[in-house]
């Protein structure tokens, strides 16, 4: 059911309504639902249910005169065909034949637009997802972070919201200190395992790789910051850092550019301290009361805020624990004027939340309860060959996004991206998930990005058969639309402008996954159960390439929406 036919049938329910209410102070909210049991109709409401006890009416009886008033509007004529009452008062509609069919015209006359809406209009959304920390190649864990925040912020930008994508640098620390460490002692001869090697250091082969280019005083830049030329000094600790950190954000940049993913902001963590941004949150929390010292320590009192117990912020010697620079990072992004931000994390940093929840309260500059919102992720599992896949010789100690990709594409970089950003949205983000390369490599139904691909380059075929103007499609009499399958296909692409409201809802853009790989299972049951270009039915071949060619737009528009392509050939 699309959205105007929706509202038509909540305004048919108001105005059956309106004498039965009038007199009282009851303010009706028709909600409309899909019945579980397909044989129920296509809609179901239980409205008269919910007004029988305040009207002193007998439900039944009061779901039988709404259903006479529904039927007897002239503004139910070509929408509804029928309506019965079911059980102690559920009233199920059937909509008509007219109505189902429009919905592939529909879809053929907003072709990429089907799915959008304006619901987010004036609202600015910041999603923050990867913020790797540059001290080595992204993984797999980062790889899911690009899949489901590049697609959320899809979904956001679909209902009309402003979008920043935002990548955050933690490039201040001792993870980059050792960074510097590892990079030092490899470009001296160090090698890991021998004496000198530092304990905490780094072992992948990327760190000689970085030292050899120091040594050889290149210089490289990262996508939004000033260029590092190496002194080649390898007593220049300060030149190592600054070259080891922008050319691993480099290696960051190139591994999001061959997964699609472009960022519209970098921010980095050193700037909250050089423009003095967390000592300035510090003293905001000091001056509203909410913190006390205690052992040499400054602590905040997260647990006026819910937490288990309060939190140290600034530790006895000095140095601020690592919830301090969030909660500076967040007042920036309330400040920009963000009204909603979303984090994609890993599930490691579900301690986080209450800390900094906490802090944004406490500094009481009037950012809501629950912001940001999070999305935690769950680990991710490489299966190779029937055997889990732990080391990338490269990285050290983990498979990365690079080998993900060309692993799955065999080569080919587009297909190898279309399975890693297909399979690491397919499940929610807080279950846990094994990507079996064997399986993204398949040509056949078992691989389900190759499934919903083959459907759109199947219908591509058909329509390339025919040969025909497919723009003309969208004025086709799409009456001859009569069987089973035809009306289930058709329902499935009513249902896609709900899902990606559903989705975007509940921050879970696997959902559109979901609905792809049943879409394309509804085009491949269709395909088989009728023939398409018909020699002796001129009316039903075009109806039913133009349902074909509605549902190849659904298919490219979501598929686009995830960042996966939709190929003609396959």
């Not at 500076?328 to 301690?351: C, L, P, V």
């Not at 800390?355 to 500094?363: F, K, N, P, S």
Request: hydrophobic share 40%; with cysteine.
């Amino acid at each position: 059911m699309l959205a105007q036919q929706k509202q038509q049938i909540v305004a048919l329910f108001q105005a059956a309504l309106a004498p039965i209410v009038a007199g009282t102070d009851l303010t009706p909210n028709v909600v409309l639902e899909r019945p579980r049991d397909p044989s129920h109709g296509d809609i179901a409401c239980n409205i008269a249910m919910q007004l029988a006890k305040p009207l002193k009416t007998n439900p039944r009886e009061l779901a039988t005169r709404l259903v006479a008033a529904l039927l007897a509007a002239p503004g139910a004529e070509g929408l509804i065909d029928a309506a019965d009452i079911a059980g102690p008062g559920f009233i199920n509609l059937r909509l008509a034949a007219s109505a189902k069919q429009s919905v592939a015209r529909s879809v053929l006359e907003q072709g990429a637009a089907f799915g959008s809406g304006v619901s987010g209009a004036g609202h600015h959304v910041i999603i923050e997802f990867v913020s790797a920390n540059p001290t080595g190649p992204l993984h797999v864990g980062h790889g899911r972070q690009a899949a489901l925040g590049d697609a959320m912020a899809s979904l956001f930008l679909s209902q009309g919201h402003d979008v920043t994508r935002e990548f955050y640098y933690n490039d201040a620390g001792v993870q980059i200190a050792t960074l510097a460490n590892s990079v030092q002692a490899r470009a001296r001869g160090v090698k890991p395992g021998e004496a000198d090697w530092p304990e905490s250091a780094y072992n992948g082969d990327y760190i000689a790789e970085i030292a050899a280019d120091f040594l050889a005083k290149k210089t490289v830049s990262a996508s939004d910051g000033e260029p590092a030329t190496a002194s080649g000094d390898v007593n220049d600790l300060e030149s190592i850092r600054r070259f080891a950190v922008t050319y691993l954000r480099n290696e960051q940049d190139q591994d999001l550019q061959a997964f699609g993913v472009k960022f519209d902001n970098y921010y980095l963590e050193s700037s909250l301290y050089a423009d003095g941004k967390v000592d300035t949150a510090v003293k905001t929390l000091v001056d509203s009361g909410k913190t006390y010292e205690e052992g040499g320590a400054l602590w905040l009192k997260t647990t006026d805020y819910g937490d288990d117990k309060d939190r140290v912020m600034r530790k006895s010697d000095g140095t601020y624990t690592y919830f301090v620079p969030d909660v500076a990072y967040h007042i920036q992004k309330f400040r920009r004027g963000f009204d909603q931000a979303i984090n994609i994390q890993g599930s490691d940093h579900h301690g986080t939340i209450a800390r900094v929840r906490a802090g944004l309260q406490a500094v009481d500059i009037g950012i809501p309860q629950g912001y940001p919102d999070y999305v935690l992720h769950k680990m991710v599992t490489v299966m190779k060959d029937g055997e889990e896949v732990k080391i990338s010789k490269r990285a050290g100690s983990y498979v990365t996004v690079r080998d993900l990709i060309d692993w799955s594409g065999a080569g080919d970089v587009t297909r190898g991206r279309d399975a890693v950003r297909f399979f690491l949205i397919s499940r929610k983000a807080d279950t846990e998930f094994v990507f079996d390369v064997n399986v993204a490599l398949e040509t056949s139904d078992e691989n389900p990005v190759y499934y919903v691909q083959y459907a759109h380059a199947r219908i591509c075929s058909a329509l390339a058969n025919w040969g025909g103007d497919v723009a003309s499609l969208a004025g086709v009499d799409l009456s001859p639309l009569t069987s089973p399958k035809e009306f289930e296909l058709l329902a499935k692409l009513a249902s896609y402008p709900e899902v990606l409201e559903r989705a975007l809802g509940e921050l879970g853009p696997h959902q559109v996954a979901f609905y792809l790989r049943e879409l394309a299972g509804d085009l491949h049951s269709y395909y088989f159960a009728h023939k398409w270009l018909l020699d002796d039915d001129e009316p039903l071949k075009l109806a039913r390439l133009a349902l074909a060619a509605a549902t190849r737009q659904v298919l490219r528009n979501g598929l686009a929406l995830i960042g996966v392509s939709a190929p003609d050939k396959m």
